[in-house]
């Protein structure tokens, strides 16, 4: 995005993994929500309804692309200069990290013959690097034409699903979480990924839950979504592009404090000082 010369810039947006959940992958497990457990937001619609997962999109979007319209980012593609090659698409899925390739495999599976199909070997060789080697000059322009296509639409959509909300929904409701905390997962692991290092979603759970017990485990969901956001900052820290937390504290943070666990609406928040509001 571009900014006024009079503003402070923006973090770089970075594409949020380094290693990616497969399917079916095992998931920092904790105990099954028990009656007894119940979540104070237990009478939340979950991030999976489809008006909340539209307000997940939404937010996420204001983040990550300084919208609140996230269906715009289909076309979305640059080399943002973090090491991972080119990023693209509604969730960052990038060229460098494995899931880009994921996604045009999928696009190949389902419309062979489809314009970033002879992109595939490319793909293969630069995933793990920052390389465009036989992806320029030409990809950028061919995905963008491709995401006018509604089946390169639905395979952003499904790999989103499959890799990201998905996984995120899954441990929120066996941690006993209400639609914000699905949500607090789900932009955690968009921006961390869930691989095994320090700061991806797995090991920032391990992280709260070093400090707090989630709804599922006996403990209060407004304590335990406080310590997770804690772990999420601290995580954020770890990397100079993510070094502001706006997303969290101006964000999540907010509807924490007004006790908005079933995120509903209105919904007022900032992302690195511009204001959104979803009515």
Request: net charge neutral; glycine share 8%; hydrophobic share 35%.
């Amino acid at each position: 995005m571009r900014h006024p010369s009079s503003e402070p810039a923006r973090p770089v947006r970075l594409s949020r993994r380094t290693v990616l959940a497969a399917v079916g992958a095992t998931l920092a497990t904790a105990p099954l929500l028990k009656p007894s457990h119940a979540s104070a937001a237990a009478g939340c619609a979950g991030l999976d309804d489809p008006a909340k997962k539209e307000i997940a999109m939404k937010l996420v979007s204001s983040a990550e692309n300084s919208s609140l319209d996230w269906k715009a980012q289909y076309k979305y593609i640059e080399d943002i200069g973090d090491g991972r090659g080119y990023t693209a698409g509604i969730i960052g899925f990038c060229s460098g990290t494995g899931d880009m390739l994921d996604l045009v495999q999928l696009y190949t599976d389902r419309k062979p013959g489809n314009v970033l199909a002879r992109y595939l070997p490319a793909l293969r060789q630069v995933n793990g690097s920052d390389s465009h080697d036989g992806l320029d000059p030409n990809f950028p322009r061919d995905w963008r034409k491709a995401a006018q296509d509604s089946a390169f639409q639905q395979a952003q959509n499904d790999e989103r699903d499959r890799v990201y909300f998905n996984p995120a929904l899954q441990q929120g409701r066996t941690d006993g979480l209400g639609t914000l905390g699905q949500f607090a997962y789900y932009d955690a692991i968009v921006m961390h990924g869930d691989g095994d290092d320090s700061t991806s979603f797995r090991n920032i759970r391990k992280r709260a839950l070093r400090s707090a017990k989630p709804p599922a485990q006996g403990g209060s969901e407004v304590t335990y979504l406080g310590a997770f956001l804690d772990a999420r900052v601290w995580a954020m820290k770890q990397e100079e592009a993510h070094s502001d937390t706006s997303r969290v504290d101006t964000e999540q943070r907010v509807f924490l404090r007004n006790g908005n666990l079933c995120l509903s609406t209105p919904l007022n928040w900032q992302v690195y000082g511009d204001s959104y509001h979803i009515g």
